[in-house]
């Protein structure tokens, strides 16, 4: 039984995800797309005329929204939660794919992505991370004058820069010294 329509361009985006996480933006053909997706490049070029607009359609499709959490009741909750919901993020099917396109592509063709890192990635932690903020400063956990972007950018910047010097996946135990080492310090009311 063929498939069209959502269901096609569904198998298309998935197989697209699949193979930027595997072979990297410069590995990426149509070619390989169309045979993971078990159909033709016809198929893949009659809906998206360049590799960068299929990705960009991939990942405004395959990046998992972050969800807001309950109040878990202490800064070091929420922060320890936020990791966890984060890292699985990273590591999804959308999050490796991006994070090949970011890693291999140059400045010009990372461009073309800027508005889904910043729509889908970059700003939905931001506005979590702030509103974690919020509570733990109605709480009294958190010092109030303690916010800004350079703060909202502090864990995120950790996860990735860890997970590129190192090499591996993030642990809890990775995520628990972020939070209780440098988050709840900086945070934390005195």
């Known amino acids: 039984m063929r498939r069209r329509g959502d269901v ?3 198998a298309i985006l998935d197989a697209t995800l699949v193979q930027l996480g595997a072979a990297g933006w410069k590995g990426l053909t ?10 033709g490049k016809a198929a893949v070029y009659r ?3 360049s590799k960068a607009a299929l990705v960009e359609d991939a990942l405004r499709a395959g990046v998992p929204p972050l969800e807001t959490q309950p109040d878990r009741g202490s800064l ?3 922060l320890t939660e936020f990791c966890r919901a984060l890292r699985d993020r990273m590591y999804s099917s959308g999050g490796q794919a991006l994070r090949a396109v970011l890693d291999e592509c140059d ?22 991370i ?7 400063v109605e ?17 995120p910047a950790m996860m990735m820069y860890r997970h590129k010097t190192t090499g591996r996946d993030l642990s809890d135990e990775d ?6 080492q440098v988050m709840v310090p900086l945070l934390h009311t005195r």
Do not use: C, S, Y
Request: net charge negative; aromatic share 2%.
């Open 107 to 128: 400045r010009e063709q990372a461009e073309q992505f800027h508005e889904v890192v910043m729509g889908q990635i970059i700003e939905p932690g931001k506005e979590l």
């Open 175 to 180: 995520m628990d010294e972020m939070v209780d």
């Open 76 to 78: 070091r909750a929420d």
């Open 130 to 136: 702030a509103e974690l903020l919020r509570r733990g």
């Open 8 to 10: 096609l361009e569904r």
């Open 47 to 49: 809906r998206w005329a």
């Open 30 to 39: 149509i070619e390989g797309v169309a045979a993971r997706a078990q159909t």
């Open 139 to 155: 709480r009294g956990d958190v010092r109030p004058e303690v916010n800004g972007d350079l703060v909202l950018d502090v864990l």
